[in-house]
T-cell receptor, first 116, second 115 residues
Framework: DTEVTQTPKHLVMGMTNKKSLKCEQH?????MYWYKQKAKKPPELMFV???????INESVPSRFSPECPNSSLLNLHLHALQPEDSALYLC???????????????FGPGTRLTVL | AQSVTQLDSQVPVFEEAPVELRCNYS??????LFWYVQYPNQGLQLLLK??????LVESINGFEAEFNKSQTSFHLRKPSVHISDTAEYFC?????????????FGQGTRLTINP
């Protein structure tokens, strides 16, 4: 099973709402990633978790709060977002560890977020 | 710092014609290069990757890419494209800071196949 699942598929929220995005994998991967992708642009890395610890935060605003409750799950908590945060949010996972630089990342289908 | 340049933002071709999508990289350390494909309304999928060894790498669906160190290139080719190859293609180079992989993507090339 090489599947990464993401829920919900679509999300519309107001600027005062609190919502969460969920990502799950059962491949035994120990590295998990959040990306933001605007239309006609490449994915931009937001966060990386390695062995359930936050490894990389690409200077993401605090209104995005990641959480890795266990090795299979990755959440992204959203609060007080702005309309410019509307985008496709992609989750990915890879084996991780010392050979991580040669890893294949497996991407989920994404959550399309619209902030009104 | 590592970077990737995809020289063409859009490439239109006719079905069954050959295609080449260009990618140039910049890296001061060991180079690991990837091509990912994104079909409409989907996440990215690995197409192929170069880690070491043979400079020509192939995918299961007929694409191939050649690592050329002297020209710092990793161009993607297919001898005969199909309508189903319509997608966005991203070239990426891998870094390994702090025990996790960081992919640096190019801007992407939109491949459009015309019947």
């Amino acid at each position: 099973d090489t599947e990464v699942t993401q829920t919900p598929k679509h999300l519309v929220m107001g600027m005062t709402n609190k919502k969460s995005l969920k990502c799950e994998q059962h491949m035994g991967h120990r590295a998990m990633y959040w990306y933001k992708q605007k239309a006609k642009k490449p994915p931009e890395l937001m966060f990386v978790y390695s062995y359930e610890k936050l490894s990389i935060n690409e200077s993401v605003p605090s209104r995005f709060s990641p959480e890795c409750p266990n090795s299979s799950l990755l959440n992204l908590h959203l609060h007080a977002l702005q309309p410019e945060d509307s985008a496709l949010y992609l989750c990915a996972s890879s084996r991780g560890g010392l050979a991580g630089v040669t890893d294949t990342q497996y991407f989920g289908p994404g959550t399309r977020l619209t902030v009104l | 710092a590592q970077s990737v340049t995809q020289l063409d933002s859009q490439v239109p071709v006719f079905e069954e014609a050959p295609v080449e999508l260009r990618c140039n990289y910049s890296s001061s350390v060991s180079v690991y290069l990837f091509w990912y494909v994104q079909y409409p309304n989907q996440g990215l999928q690995l197409l192929l990757k170069y880690l070491s060894g043979s400079t020509l790498v192939e995918s299961i669906n007929g694409f191939e890419a050649e690592f050329n160190k002297s020209q710092t290139s990793f161009h993607l080719r297919k001898p005969s494209v199909h309508i189903s190859d319509t997608a966005e293609y991203f070239c990426a180079v891998s870094a390994h800071p702090q025990g996790a992989q960081k992919l640096v993507f190019g801007q992407g090339t939109r491949l459009t196949i015309n019947p």
